[in-house]
Structures are given as structure tokens and as C-alpha cells.
């Protein structure tokens, strides 16, 4: 194949918008140059506003799948913690074939609204009764499969859980698929990690779900085998979506959690505090000062009615601009697909997720990985609509 040109009205490169730019694509799908204010010639045009690829920090693919179940008028009752019921109970029915159909579909609708990567945050390790799959890592392996096919680059997050409420409380059995010891993570973790060292688009990181589901002793021990394998890997974790969340981290340790996490977890720019809804001012400037990224789904926080993370205080006037393109990706992907927790977007006081290099590296995989979606883009739909359309029960 040869090369293609292609002549962009308007593109953002390193944060400046540039007109008439020419971005040529070799045989391989990468972009090979660009050039501003060129002439077209024989290039294609494209109009409008053309942005390097964005990347989706927060993802449970599995979750795509119950579009439609949950975003519904119901009792007055209904809350995350009854959307969360829910969620186990759909996510009984999941073949490993099941969740690769459908992470399949879903970073096929990540490339098409304009994420080259995502951030996969991984909890649904076991089968239907809580036993390991014969295969070490199923559905990591599952994932990462979906990911290749789909053309997008992987960050795997595989999730260590390990209790249902602070303190150490036992896992639930609808919890039963997520359940880790230690051990058992850290083997899963460093296998992953010599396996992701030859993908070139694919990293690892880990993720402790939260402190709900994490003791201080298990969160140090994994943090620990993680920075012996990769001392500035991601590390990404659910914090204060809820405010239930928070008065039972009060009773716990008579902390909140971002709090707690401030004063034990070294927060520093590998961390990732998904959510982060419920601060108080102490809290959101610590976290802007540790360098930790906000990670923050618009979309999911309506849905479960969980609130209003404090942005302009975070942010500050410098960034604010940031958090609205990123907030507005994420609309046009939830909207696409009417999912409750996909299309992410990230908050960082300084910086934003996409530096310029990145996102040239982004850009780049952007017109590759639109190819391979438009190749595969019916892949197992119709495993994905039997699921989408299976009743819930009880
Ligand atoms: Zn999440």
C-alpha cells in the first residue's frame, strides 16, 4: 500500500491549533509525517478540527454489556449500591468467550469516538463459583486478545479485591469472581508483566479496587511486588465515589479515603484516583500536590447520582480548558453507546494525560488502529446484542 496524504483544515499539535496540516500515512497505518501549513496537492481533505488520539483511563469492558439494564427510571431507593446488586448479578452469566465478544465491541466504539487506548481496570478474574480457570489469567488473556483484535493500546489494570468493607470484612458471594490472596495476585501481576514487556502497545499497572476491598496490609504488599517489577507502573484506584463510602471509611479509621490514601499510599504521579467525587478542600489539594491523576467519567457520576467532583478547585484556571475536552470525548462516547461507565476522562493540576510525545505516539496509532476497527467492526456482534438483550432476574 501506498502512502496516503491527507490535509487536515485545523489540527492540535503540541497544544497549538495549526492550520492546513498534512499528515502522511505509511504502508503500515502509522503516521509518518506531519507538516503545517502545507499545500494539498493530492491529499485528501478533512475538515474541521482534527486532535491526536485520546486516552480512556477507566474501563470495565464487561460492563458494555449491560447497557440498557440499569439506566432506568426505578424506585426512589435505587442507588449505586442496588445498581451494584444488579451488576453481580449480570455478571454471572459471562463466559470468558462472552467477555471477549465484548471487550471486542467495546474498543471498536472506543477507536470510533476517538480513544487510541485504554486503561482496562480488570476485577473479573474467576468463573461463575469464584474457581481460578484453568489457565492463570483467562481473562486477562481475554482482554488483552480483545484489545489486539480491536487495534487499540492496552494499559491492563488487573484488579486485587479481596473484601466486601473496610476493616477486612469477607468478600460477598456475588463478589465471589474478583477474589484474590495476595500471593496469587503478585504471581498474576508478574507474569502479565514479562508477557506485556514485547507489546509494544500494551503496558501493565495494577489496581487496588479501593479500601473497601483492600487492607492497608494487602495494599502495601502489592504496591511493594509492583514497584520491584516497574518502579513508575500506573496504579490506579476507586476512591469516594459514594458518600456512604466515606462515612464508613470515618468509622473505619476515622479518615476519608482520599485522606487516608494521602497519608499512607505516597500518592505521586503514578496513581490514579478513580472517581475522587467527595473531598473536602484539605483533601483536593493534596491530591493536586501529590501529582495524581483525578480520573473522572462524567457519564458514570450522573447515572449513580454520585456528585460533583470539584474541578475548578483542582484544576485551577490554568488547566480548566483540559477537563472540558476530556469531558466532552466522554459524552459523545456515552452517549454512542448509552454504557454507564465508560468513556473516562482525567483531571491533573499541572499537566494533562496526553503530553505532547504521547500524543504524537497516540496520533500515530490512531490511523492504524481505525483501519483494523473498520476490518473487524462486526466482530462477535451478535454475541454482544444476546447478552445486551438477556433479561437480569432477581
Ligand atoms: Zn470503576
Redesign the pocket.
Known amino acids: 500500500m501506498s502512502v496516503r496524504r491527507y490535509l487536515a483544515e485545523h489540527a492540535l499539535i503540541d497544544s497549538v491549533w495549526t492550520r492546513d496540516v498534512l499528515i502522511e500515512v505509511d504502508a503500515s497505518g502509522e503516521i509518518a509525517s506531519i507538516t503545517a501549513n502545507a499545500e494539498a496537492g493530492d491529499a485528501e481533505r478533512i475538515a474541521g478540527c482534527v486532535v491526536p488520539g485520546m486516552p480512556n483511563l ?1 474501563s ?1 469492558a464487561f460492563q458494555r454489556a449491560m447497557a440498557g439494564l440499569t439506566e432506568k427510571g426505578g424506585p426512589s431507593h435505587d442507588s449505586f449500591w442496588s445498581w451494584r446488586e444488579q451488576m453481580y448479578v449480570f455478571l454471572q452469566r459471562l463466559t470468558p468467550d462472552d467477555i471477549e465478544a465484548i471487550a471486542t465491541r467495546l474498543y471498536i466504539e472506543m477507536l470510533e469516538a476517538g480513544y487510541t487506548t485504554v486503561a482496562e ?1 480488570h476485577y473479573l478474574h474467576h468463573d461463575a463459583k469464584g474457581a481460578a480457570y484453568s489457565q492463570a489469567g483467562e481473562i486477562s488473556q481475554r482482554l488483552i486478545a480483545a484489545a489486539k483484535t480491536a487495534g487499540i493500546g492496552l494499559t491492563l489494570l488487573p484488579v486485587f479485591y479481596a473484601h466486601s468493607q473496610f476493616g477486612g470484612e469477607p468478600p460477598t458471594a456475588g463478589q465471589r469472581r474478583f477474589i484474590h490472596g495476595v500471593d496469587e495476585f503478585n504471581r498474576l501481576v508478574s507474569d502479565l508483566h514479562a508477557q506485556l514487556a514485547h507489546e509494544p502497545m500494551m503496558r501493565l499497572g495494577i489496581a487496588p479496587h479501593s479500601l473497601r476491598a483492600v487492607t492497608p496490609h494487602e495494599l502495601a504488599a502489592i504496591v511493594a511486588h509492583f514497584e520491584s517489577l516497574d518502579a513508575t507502573g500506573p496504579i490506579h484506584i ?1 476512591a469516594a465515589e459514594q458518600r456512604k463510602e466515606v462515612d464508613d471509611s470515618l468509622s473505619w479509621s476515622g479518615k476519608r479515603p482520599v485522606e487516608w490514601l494521602l497519608e499512607h499510599a505516597m500518592l505521586d504521579s503514578r496513581w490514579c484516583l ?1 472517581h475522587a467525587t467527595h473531598m473536602e478542600i484539605d483533601e483536593v489539594n493534596g491530591l493536586a500536590a501529590s501529582g495524581a491523576v483525578a480520573g473522572l467519567c462524567p457519564s458514570t457520576e450522573a447515572d449513580l447520582g454520585d456528585g460533583f467532583f470539584d474541578a475548578p478547585e483542582f484544576s485551577q484556571p490554568a488547566v480548566r480548558s483540559v477537563s472540558a475536552a476530556t469531558a466532552t470525548s466522554a459524552s459523545i462516547l456515552s452517549s454512542n453507546c448509552g454504557c454507564s ?1 465508560m468513556g473516562k476522562g482525567c483531571v491533573r493540576r499541572s499537566a494533562t494525560c496526553s503530553p505532547a510525545k504521547p500524543a504524537h505516539r497516540s496520533a500515530k496509532r490512531c490511523i492504524g488502529a481505525r483501519q483494523a476497527a473498520a476490518r473487524k467492526r462486526l466482530v462477535n456482534a451478535s454475541a454482544l446484542c444476546k447478552m445486551a438483550i438477556a433479561p437480569t432476574g432477581s
Do not use: A, G
Open positions: 477507566h470495565h481496570f476507586h478513580i461507565n
